[in-house]
């Protein structure tokens, strides 16, 4: 079984390889060199086993306020090339997955569960899923 939460921030970023210089990276990444923002829906999906005491897999509650501290309260409102996870590196949302990831996978081990997907949608046409 899989159980999967949803929330959503909005955030700036501008893609920028700094090891490239700024003709370079206006090549690479055209418009999404210039700093701009998206509304971003972020999918956390976990999985585990039922546990016989409180029938849940996780508790939601707990599983919202992780995703909440690690995550939202650090990207919400926020330049996502300054956020600690964020930093050094090329602020796509292939990488805002894998770094997602990474910060959410010991806590969930903590709760019990374990983390199954991180998904992101971008814009309503662009969606990113990572499986670790
Ligand atoms: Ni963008």
Not at 55 to 79: P, R, S, T, V
Not at 92 to 99: A, I, S, W
Not at 100 to 105: D, Q, V
Request: net charge positive; with cysteine; charged share 30%.
């Amino acid at each position: 079984m899989y159980i999967t939460r949803r929330e959503r921030f909005s955030a700036a970023h501008k893609l920028e390889n700094t090891h490239l210089n700024t003709k370079e990276n206006k090549q690479l990444f055209d418009k999404c060199n210039n700093l701009h923002g998206h509304n971003y829906e972020l999918f956390v999906t976990v999985t585990g086993a039922i546990k016989p005491n409180s029938g849940f897999i996780i508790d939601l509650k707990d599983l919202k306020k992780i995703i909440q501290e690690k995550i939202i309260d650090k990207l919400d409102h926020n330049y996502i090339n300054e956020v600690d996870f964020m930093k050094n590196k090329i602020t796509t949302t292939e990488n805002l997955c894998v770094q997602i990831w990474g910060e959410l996978k010991e806590p969930i081990k903590l709760l019990g569960a374990k983390l199954y997907k991180i998904k992101i949608t971008e814009t309503e046409n662009n969606s990113f899923e990572y499986y670790g």
